[in-house]
């Protein structure tokens, strides 16, 4: 189930004994925790217990799975980072998983995906990866309407797009850009264009997408804007070498955006969007796009060329062969 999901069942009296809260977007299992608290403890304080599943001692985990709660419907053990063996997978661990009490809720926060935990009936997963814009342009919009703030789909749709659809930003960012409107305000493009500061690897992916629709003076201009704003040429070459890379691996692989996400270290979302980049660029483009890129910065550490002067020759020479 998704978190909205998670919310509903909740309110209609719904409840598992173990939630695995499964994604990389904080915010969803953030908010996912403090759902069930709220709703199944009245004295978290002597309730609630946290580990970290980084060198997890099992026996304590498993002493706070049988403590009786203590003025409250229920108890709840919380664990971080937590993907357990065969060999964890036994015993009294085991024992609970299949059986739990009713009076005791395991909540389980992962940002990666746990499959044997999934093969127990009891376990109830909801899913905290990252939404789509068009999804979380629905949660700016109805905040600005909580405040008498309005904005349009399309805004809000930008200011998700600027913080790389991580919720914990666009909390931010919409709280920022309702304090800037003010009550019955107006959020704009030029609002967000004026207050919310794009993700750098926004920028390398807008710059991109330019270059590949052939709008090479809005490249340029987001290239300059960078330089502008702090960044040096060589940082940047290095950051639009590591992006045409990513982009070559995904237009020849044949992993899904799961599997390629955690093989770049990246969020699933960005490798969705990536994906769709890829498919404006011939293959034979990215390879030569990656190979001269290395070959640039080589030039560059090795004091043959000048960062600067490497940068925009690299640029022209991407876009030539694009």
């Not at 004295?43 to 970290?52: L, V």
């Amino acid at each position: 189930m998704k978190f909205t999901q998670l919310k509903n069942s909740l309110n209609d009296g719904e409840s598992s004994s173990i939630y695995l809260l499964e994604g990389e977007d904080d915010y969803f299992k953030h908010k996912s925790l403090k759902l069930i608290i709220d709703k199944f403890l009245s004295e978290p304080t002597f309730n609630y217990a946290e580990f970290d599943g980084n060198g997890l001692d099992m026996s304590a985990l498993t002493a706070s799975l049988s403590a009786v709660p203590l003025m409250s419907e229920k108890r709840i053990t919380a664990v971080k980072n937590f993907y357990p063996t065969k060999d964890v997978l036994r015993g009294d661990f085991k024992n609970f998983l299949e059986n739990p009490p009713s009076d005791e809720i395991l909540i389980i926060s992962n940002d990666k995906a746990s499959e044997p935990l999934k093969k127990f009936t009891s376990v109830t997963v909801v899913d905290c990866g990252k939404e789509d814009a068009s999804v979380l342009s629905r949660w700016v919009i109805g905040e600005c309407g909580k405040n008498s703030v309005t904005t349009d789909r399309q805004t809000a749709e930008l200011i998700c797009e600027y913080c790389l659809c991580d919720m914990t930003r666009i909390e931010t960012e919409t709280e920022k850009l309702i304090d800037y409107a003010g009550k019955g305000g107006v959020i704009t493009a030029e609002t967000v264009e004026l207050l919310v500061n794009r993700d750098n690897e926004y920028k390398i992916y807008e710059m991109t997408d330019c270059i590949g629709k052939r709008r090479n003076s809005a490249a340029i201009e987001i290239i300059k804007e960078m330089l502008s704003k702090g960044e040096t040429a060589q940082r940047i070459t290095v950051s639009i070498y590591n992006y045409f890379r990513r982009l070559l691996h995904i237009a020849i692989s044949d992993k899904s955006d799961k599997e390629l996400s955690e093989l770049f270290g990246v969020k699933e979302y960005a490798v969705k969007k990536t994906r769709e980049q890829a498919k404006m660029f011939r293959k034979k483009s990215l390879k030569f796009a990656v190979d001269f890129l290395s070959d640039s910065d080589y030039k560059v550490k090795s004091g043959v060329t000048d960062a600067d002067e490497n940068m925009w020759l690299s640029f022209f020479e991407i876009v030539n062969k694009a």
